[in-house]
């Protein structure tokens, strides 16, 4: 049984272990690195919980008994309330297609809506055709606003929107 869990403080070796975990295995897919975030403190890992669970926030891992398999994170939009963004998606590969990710992305939808939020912003990678077809597959349209990635100039980060009625 998958059970989302609302990361706390006490859960910093958890939400590192799940980040690096997805960093890992699909690099692409995030604008960080495995190799940045393998050199955080700890204490820089308790400050980003305190960042991506705290009042304008909202990170979810999901968890199958005891191991974690997924995690998805929230934030409104700083300075417009009214828009909020969907980061940190990943699934672990034993879980992909299961519905994990579909409920975990529901989950930041009703967090999303509590906060009176009115859309709900993503970026994908351009070469993440799997996870393009999710979002759309859950409502996500394309803007038409792309940026080049980070990490790989022969990439691009693709903005999808979705309305939250």
């Known amino acids: 049984m998958i059970s989302l869990k609302r990361i706390t403080p006490a859960d910093v070796t958890l939400f590192k272990t799940v980040r690096l975990r997805a960093l890992h295995d699909t690099p692409s897919a995030f604008s960080s690195t495995y190799a940045e975030e393998?050199?955080?403190?700890?204490?820089?890992?308790?400050?980003?919980?305190?960042?991506?669970?705290?009042?304008?926030?909202?990170?979810?891992?999901?968890?199958?008994?005891?191991?974690?398999?997924?995690?998805?994170?929230?934030?409104?939009h700083q300075t417009d309330s009214s828009r909020a963004h969907l980061v940190s998606m990943w699934v672990a590969p034993s879980h992909r297609r299961l519905g994990v990710g579909a409920n975990l992305v529901h989950a930041i939808i009703a967090w999303a809506r509590d906060q009176k939020a009115r859309t709900l912003e993503l970026i994908v990678t351009s070469n993440n055709d799997i996870a393009i077809n999710f979002y759309s597959h859950l409502g996500f349209a394309f803007t038409g606003k792309t940026a080049s990635y980070r990490n790989d100039s022969a990439l691009n980060d693709l903005e999808m929107i979705r309305s939250l009625p």
């Not at 305190?50 to 199958?64: L, P, Q, V």
């Open 38 to 76: 393998c050199r955080l403190a700890d204490a820089e890992w308790t400050a980003r919980i305190a960042e991506w669970s705290g009042s304008a926030s909202m990170t979810y891992i999901a968890m199958d008994a005891d191991a974690a398999c997924a995690i998805a994170g929230g934030y409104l």
